[in-house]
């Protein structure tokens, strides 16, 4: 198949394009936008940051790429990261992120996310109000606005995540929430789980009315119990359905385990109910998360997740446990994080069937190619293209970039002007973008090789700048923007 990036002249006739040239033209590519139900070949104009063209006619501009035998999609819209760095964010792009945001966790001051990475931010990125920076501020005293910010690190053990806070320190938190919202937080991030003990019943409604006042969601990690146990997830509910507020529940497929069906139809009478609520799932089986999390120190993991010592890596090095090294790490190294296998492909499955299922990386912080994360980072939506779309057949493909691009900017966009323009392949649409071969398109990373990009993913482009050309960044283009709940996308 013919591959060239280069400049030609060719004759235009789309009115939607008018007479000036192009910056970029994407041309024989067969374009795939899940909202308009459009799969057709055509030509792709740019100008701007924006899509200004979609024809079969002939396009001209300075810059054409030759999209024959590849699909043109919505860039993937990851709702829910956690890896903010030059080395994560390298790794995310070449798997067709356009977009990265941390939900789940979110910041505080909000500003504070993506500190590393703003001044060169070669993709889209922004941040939920992070409920637990919050905390921190307020119960320890202390500015840590992000769980890793200029070398250092929160501890899940830490007062912020252990101590019940006062009546007085509630309503702090309270206002600290409000700031961060008018900063352009997207939404409320609430570590439910990770602070199972220490959010009373009264901080956790404060939080529901500040996000209801707003109107922006929370993202939260229900609080776990023994598998299928969908105490967590009614808790959530019924708070969302009194206070008005939106929620989205973190990786259900996660959390719900084998009773992830029961757990789908008990949001979908939510729905029914008025509330609105939507979820997500990974496409990688494994969960990732710190040793020193709640579940690890304070529960009985083992029959939590039905696994043992030998189920669970050490994220930095992909070593297996034993129960001799767990204790070491869970001692000696209490921010490091861990990879629990446990969950079932069948899960998953049940998961990516439903309509409104979102696909997401939950990807661990990456800072150097010597330091190992979990392969979520560089493989997450290559692994559904290529294995539950092609070889599995659970989802058609353009059901799978919806689930992958759409279906996050249509619940984003209520709450964020930005994402009206985000998910799509239509004109004025902000011209995120990704273009990759069907037939080869797969993920390499794997558990102990988190770090191997896709094959089949060959440009990405970013507000209208070809970020990837044949799956290799452009070190020159950093086209990426702050997303916000602010009109002009930017935190003052």
């Not at 000036?20 to 104009?45: C, F, H, S, W, Y």
């Not at 979609?54 to 999609?73: F, H, P, W, Y």
């Not at 869970?330 to 439903?354: C, D, F, M, Q, S």
Request: with cysteine; net charge negative; aromatic share 8%.
């Amino acid at each position: 198949m013919r591959s060239f990036f280069t400049t030609i002249l060719l004759p235009l006739t789309l009115a939607a394009a008018n007479t000036q040239a192009l910056d970029l033209a994407i041309l024989g590519g067969r374009v795939i936008d899940p909202e308009t139900q459009t799969d057709k070949v055509m030509n792709v104009g740019i100008r701007n940051g924006r899509i200004v063209a979609l024809t079969t006619d002939s396009l001209k501009a300075e810059q054409v790429i030759n999209a024959e035998g590849r699909v043109v999609a919505p860039g993937f819209i990851d709702i829910h990261s956690h890896t903010p760095t030059p080395f994560g964010m390298r790794l995310n792009i070449l798997d067709g992120i356009t977009t990265a945001l941390d939900t789940e966790a979110g910041a505080y001051p909000v500003y504070e996310y993506g500190d590393a990475i703003k001044d060169n931010p070669i993709m889209n990125f922004g941040a939920s109000v992070g409920h637990y920076a919050a905390r921190i501020q307020v119960i320890e005293n202390k500015y840590q606005p992000y769980y890793f910010h200029k070398n250092t690190f929160a501890s899940m053990s830490s007062a912020a995540f252990e101590q019940v806070a006062t009546d007085t320190q509630v309503e702090e938190i309270r206002q600290h929430l409000n700031q961060g919202i008018k900063q352009g937080g997207l939404g409320i991030g609430l570590l439910l789980d990770y602070m199972r003990d220490a959010v009373s019943d009264k901080e956790l409604r404060m939080i529901f009315e500040v996000a209801a006042d707003h109107d922006v969601p929370v993202f939260t990690h229900v609080r776990r119990n023994l598998p299928g146990d969908p105490t967590g997830l009614n808790e959530i509910l019924a708070l969302a359905k009194t206070t008005g507020a939106a929620v989205f529940i973190c990786h259900i497929t996660h959390n719900a385990m084998g009773s992830v069906g029961d757990w789908l139809k008990t949001i979908e009478q939510a729905r029914a109910d008025g509330v609105r609520v939507t979820t997500e799932t990974l496409s990688y089986l494994a969960g990732g998360t710190s040793i020193a999390a709640d579940v690890f120190r304070k529960r009985d993991w083992q029959a939590i997740f039905d696994i043992t010592y030998e189920d669970v890596q050490w994220v930095a090095t992909g070593e297996w446990l034993t129960q001799e090294s767990w204790s070491h790490y869970a001692t000696h190294e209490p921010t490091g994080a861990v990879n629990h296998h446990y969950v079932k492909e069948p899960w998953l499955h049940t998961a990516l069937r439903w309509p409104d299922m979102m696909i997401s990386t939950d990807a661990l912080p990456a800072f150097t190619p010597e330091q190992f994360s979990n392969p979520n980072i560089a493989g997450t939506f290559s692994l559904v293209l290529g294995r539950y779309v092609r070889e599995q057949g659970i989802l058609t493909l353009s059901d799978a970039l919806s689930r992958m691009s759409l279906k996050q900017a249509q619940w984003l966009e209520p709450f964020a002007p930005a994402f009206k323009r985000k998910g799509r392949i239509q004109l004025g649409m902000d011209a995120d973008i990704v273009i990759f071969d069907p037939d080869t398109v797969a993920a390499r990373a794997d558990y102990g090789t988190p770090y191997e990009a896709p094959s089949g993913i060959h440009w990405v482009i970013i507000n209208g700048q070809v970020a990837v050309v044949d799956g290799t960044i452009q070190s020159s283009v950093a086209a990426g923007k702050r997303l916000t709940t602010l009109s002009n996308s930017l935190v003052q």
